[in-house]
Nanobody, 118 residues
Framework: QVQLVESGGGLVQPGGSLRLSCAASGFTFSSYVMSWYRQAPGKQRELVATIISAGGITDYADSCKGRFTISRDNAKNTVYLQMNSLKPEDTAVYYC???????????WGQGTQVTVSS
């Protein structure tokens, strides 16, 4: 049974930090590109950050570069998103995504709410 379970969301003040985690199970984690997406109310889901398995190459949305860091631990089947200098516009539900490097088959987590507000 495939599972992607996000955690670490919550309420934080502008300028604060949060670390999201996504624990994966039920598939070969190292064969998947892992990404974080987010969806704010009334907006489309957007890609935040991606990390491939081999070499740890990463990519970020322009709005997140320099503030967010994606990482993965293949031994723990977990992907992380460290978010610093958070802004109110970062408020959204954050989703973990796994995409197979060959077939592009995808799995999604259930999402975790991040709210940046004073």
């Amino acid at each position: 049974q495939v599972q992607l379970v996000e955690s670490g969301g919550g309420l934080v003040q502008p300028g604060g930090s949060l670390r999201l985690s996504c624990a994966a199970s039920g598939f070969t984690f190292s064969s998947y590109v892992m990404s974080w997406y987010r969806q704010a109310p009334g907006k489309q889901r957007e890609l935040v950050a991606t990390i491939i398995s081999a070499g740890g190459i990463t990519d970020y949305a322009d709005s997140c570069k320099g503030r967010f860091t994606i990482s993965r631990d293949n031994a723990k089947n977990t992907v992380y998103l460290q978010m610093n200098s958070l802004k109110p516009e970062d408020t959204a539900v954050y989703y973990c995504n796994a995409r197979h490097v060959g077939t592009h088959h995808e799995y999604w987590g259930q999402g975790t709410q991040v709210t940046v507000s004073s």
